[in-house]
């Protein structure tokens, strides 16, 4: 049965294509090859633009309770190693964001830039020293370009442009401001640092945000969410196939020749994802190679998450499929416990908590290499009551996942009374299939038998058939010898 869907109308921030294409091409290389490094091919974004009736329709679908796409049953959300894959990063380190609330955003362009602040002041205006306006930000680098000259690296200009593919492709604020806080994550992104988990958390946090508020503003590339989705959605056909290679190209640069947009309203796409059969999804990505990914915290059912604007949880175990894994969907769990948003009004040391609460989950993430291909054999999924799979994607109940995240942690050979680990948990777990698996083998038997015995029965009936049929010949024999003889008797003659 189709749930109803409420369709939100988004402010479809577009942002300076046309601009960005034009200095993207005029870079000189040495430049195009340093940014390149930080963020691959994400400015070729700029060349294309999104569908946003296709996007309105998908979002409809958005579970934010779960932080999934929930269509027609299955379950795909973005996760940190597709978008990792997307981008095609050279430089591809992991890492998780620190937004800065110590230091002045006046001061952290500056630090970015290479300008001293009593000179960006007059060169870049700020409307509440919170945002940058784009028209400065061009300026900016216009009167840097002109100015070049050699093949000396000028990362005054490459960092001005990653502030604006940062605040235009992957964090569209508006049609002509971008948030001053993106600059803590250009500094850290160019000292070596990931972005990709902000890129998540701030898409993640963004569609939430758009169904519970009435704030209706996309955050976090939605050309990049539109890619993802739309190589996930087989029967739609808007990527044509491809296979995963290896080469110096990235997957971005592959995919846009090949993404084709449709003319349909939103209503019209709404009624096409209702109409998708499960079957038809791709739960992998042709795109996507094998290889390990983030499952969850030891201590918790999901990952944290954190962007330049906030922090949030998603649960990647719940959608390992995407590459390539096998898992039981979990049960449902609460997300707030990760869950901040970065106010001014807040105290650096309330901020600062939060941060090292998000840094310590972070750093204890665990990730795994997902077992089975897309299609596993019989015998693969056997493996799926095991004890080994089991303890590696195994996951607590509502009531005990309480218990566990809110006690200390205890050894496993603790006292009768002590608190459950997580590891007594499984063993208890364990116990129960153990049994459950042990009553249905004697079910199965049991069965076994009974269709033997029946078997035996028909055999029976079935001679007892032929017996009948052949005392029935021999008694029709005997009534025509007693009719010849009776005729005999009385002088007649006999005709048979």
């Known amino acids: 049965m189709s749930r109803p869907v409420s369709c939100p109308r988004l402010d479809r921030v577009t942002p300076l294509l046309e601009e960005i294409t034009r200095i993207w091409r005029a870079l000189r290389p040495v430049d195009c090859r340093y940014i390149?490094?930080?963020?691959?091919?994400?400015?070729?974004l700029a060349t294309r633009h999104v569908d946003w009736n296709f996007l309105e329709a998908a979002i409809a679908?958005?579970?934010?309770?779960?932080?999934?796409?929930?269509?027609?049953?299955?379950?795909?959300?973005?996760?940190?190693?597709?978008?990792?894959?997307l981008i095609g990063r050279t430089a591809v380190v992991h890492g998780i964001v620190e937004p800065n609330f110590h230091t002045a955003r006046s001061t952290l362009v500056s630090r970015l830039l290479r300008v001293p602040t009593t000179r960006l002041n007059a060169e870049l205006a700020y409307s509440g020293s919170t945002e940058i306006a784009i028209e400065k930000l061009l300026f900016f680098i216009e009167s840097r370009a002109h100015r070049v000259q050699g093949d000396f690296l000028r990362k005054d200009l490459c960092h001005a442009v990653l502030l604006l593919i940062f605040g235009t492709l992957l964090f569209p604020r508006s049609h002509s401001l971008i948030d001053a806080a993106l600059a803590s994550v250009v500094l850290q992104v160019v000292g070596g640092r990931g972005y990709e988990v902000a890129l998540v958390a701030e898409t993640i946090r963004s569609l939430d945000r758009v169904l519970r508020t009435c704030d209706r503003r996309i955050?976090?590339?939605?050309?990049?969410?539109?890619?993802?989705?739309?190589?996930?959605?087989n029967p739609l056909r808007l990527v044509r196939s491809i296979m995963y290679f290896n080469g110096p190209e990235s997957i971005i640069s592959r995919l846009l020749p090949l993404l084709r947009m449709e003319e349909h309203k939103v209503s019209e796409w709404i009624k096409i994802f209702r109409e998708i059969a499960p079957r038809g999804f791709k739960w992998?990505?042709?795109?996507?190679?094998?290889?390990?990914?983030?499952?969850?915290?030891?201590?918790?059912?999901?990952?944290?998450?954190?962007?330049?604007?906030?922090?949030?949880?998603?649960?990647?175990?719940?959608?390992?499929?995407?590459?390539?894994?096998?898992?039981?969907?979990?049960?449902d769990t609460t997300r707030t416990r990760f869950e901040h948003t970065w106010r001014e009004d807040q105290t650096p040391p309330d901020h600062q908590s939060n941060v090292e609460q998000i840094l310590d989950a972070w750093r204890t993430v665990i990730t795994e290499l997902p077992y089975f291909p897309e299609h596993p054999t019989l015998d693969e999924r056997d493996f799926q009551v095991t004890e080994e799979y089991i303890l590696r994607f195994y996951r607590w109940g509502p009531a005990a996942h309480e218990d566990l995240v809110n006690s200390p942690r205890v050894r496993d050979g603790g006292?009768?009374?002590?608190?459950?680990?997580?590891?007594?948990?499984i063993q208890a777990e364990l116990t129960h299939l153990r049994a459950e698996r042990d009553r249905l083998c004697r079910e199965v038997a049991e069965r076994d038998k009974q269709l033997v015995d029946q078997r035996q029965l028909q055999r029976e009936l079935a001679q007892t058939r032929v017996e009948l049929q052949r005392r029935d010949q021999e008694l029709a024999r005997a009534n025509a010898a007693v009719e010849r003889s009776r005729k005999r008797a009385r002088g007649g003659t006999y005709t048979p």
């Open 36 to 44: 390149f490094a930080f963020v691959g091919d994400i400015p070729l």
């Open 61 to 85: 679908f958005w579970n934010p309770s779960h932080a999934v796409f929930d269509i027609q049953g299955t379950e795909l959300t973005p996760t940190i190693e597709e978008y990792r894959t």
């Open 219 to 233: 955050r976090g590339s939605p050309m990049l969410l539109q890619i993802w989705l739309q190589s996930h959605a």
């Open 284 to 331: 992998r990505a042709a795109w996507m190679p094998p290889g390990p990914m983030a499952l969850r915290c030891p201590d918790f059912y999901g990952v944290p998450l954190m962007s330049h604007a906030g922090s949030t949880t998603y649960f990647p175990a719940r959608v390992v499929r995407q590459l390539g894994g096998l898992q039981t969907v979990p049960e």
């Open 415 to 425: 006292s009768p009374g002590a608190t459950p680990t997580p590891n007594m948990a």
